[in-house]
């Protein structure tokens, strides 16, 4: 009897372990999927737009999203990314919801980069303090009208669809919030 316990005690601790050993991998493997997909975003805006790598070099930080945005009238999408303090080189993962009324028919997948100017606008980011209605007037386009050559606000916002540097994407509406089981060390 004492020893059919023991054995499916054993067998138990063994299962549990597993568990949280695969759950640590994978969210090991979730951040490692996203610094690479910031990595290669960041590039690809580097290529893009003039100017852009010259704003990262100033900025004290800067955040990545891969978004997906759909809706018929009523509008909602969500995306997770990275932000990362460049003085620290501290990653915070995080989330992204958004919602709103607009005309818009169908879906769109775009990858966001803010540059923040200050690191107390960073930081205000992280904390979920960003006005995203102020953000939204930043947001850089291809063909000059809405290029961002400086910071507004302290920030800077580009867009980058899968048919390259959007005109514009429409952040008003949109929540950042801390990513609480990424972010477990």
């Known amino acids: ?9 054993s067998v ?17 493997q979730k951040r ?3 610094r690479k997909g910031a990595e290669e975003t960041l590039q690809a805006l580097f290529k893009q737009v003039e100017g852009s790598k010259a704003n990262y070099d100033k900025a004290k930080g800067y955040a990545v999203f891969a978004t997906t945005k759909a809706g018929f009238i009523v509008t909602g999408g969500g995306g997770s990314g990275v932000a990362v303090d460049k003085s620290t080189n501290t990653t915070s993962y995080m989330k992204m919801g958004m919602g709103g ?14 540059l923040f100017e200050t690191k107390e606008r960073l930081d205000n980011f992280i904390k979920g303090g960003w006005d995203s ?9 291809k063909d000059g009208a809405g290029v961002a050559t400086g910071f507004v606000n302290g920030e800077i916002i580009y867009t980058i669809g899968e048919k390259g540097l959007m005109a514009s994407a429409d952040v008003s509406g949109a929540k950042f919030w801390l990513d ?6």
């Open 1 to 9: 009897m004492l020893l059919r316990r023991w054995i499916l005690g």
């Open 12 to 28: 138990a601790a063994a299962v549990l372990v597993a568990g949280v050993a695969f759950a640590q991998s994978k969210d090991d």
């Open 32 to 34: 490692a999927e996203l």
């Open 101 to 114: 009324v607009g005309f818009g028919i169908g879906a769109q997948k775009y990858d966001m980069v803010m």
């Open 133 to 141: 209605a102020a953000g939204a007037k930043a947001v850089a386009g």
């Open 180 to 185: 609480e089981d990424l972010n477990k060390k």
